[in-house]
């Protein structure tokens, strides 16, 4: 079975930083593709970023491109998020999620860690 922990999330004022991880048990990283989502209070899960199997191609949402990094770890069955010049409505609770490609879309993940909460105050 697929394990996906997340953890870094924390309260940052505006403008800090942040890097979330997230580790793959039960199986190695290297057979998926990863993402991250996040969903605000009272909104829909949005995409964030997504790596493939490799790290050599990655996907940004526009509202982060800039800002965030995702980034992984085979030898660590790790990814990350680095998150600079964060914002207030970067504010939610991020997930990281397991697919066997990369992907934009939340449909074709099989797998999700249990999230973690990501605050940023003004």
């Known amino acids: 079975q697929v394990q996906l922990v997340e953890s870094g999330g924390g309260l940052v004022q505006a403008g800090g930083s942040l890097r979330l991880s997230c580790v793959v048990f039960?199986?190695?990283?290297?057979?998926?593709?990863m993402g991250w989502f996040r969903q605000a209070p009272g909104k829909e899960r949005e995409f964030v970023a997504t790596i493939s199997r490799s790290g050599e191609l990655t996907h940004h949402a526009d509202s982060v491109k800039g800002r965030f990094t995702i980034s992984r770890d085979n030898a660590r069955n790790t990814v990350y998020l680095e998150m600079n010049m964060l914002k207030p409505e970067d504010t939610a609770v991020y997930y990281c999620?397991?697919?066997?490609?990369?992907?934009?879309?939340?449909?074709?993940?099989?797998?999700w860690g249990q999230g973690t909460q990501v605050t940023v105050s003004s």
């Open positions: 999620a397991a697919s066997p490609a990369m992907s934009k879309t939340s449909g074709t993940y099989s797998y």
């Open positions: 039960g199986r190695s990283s290297s057979n998926y593709g």
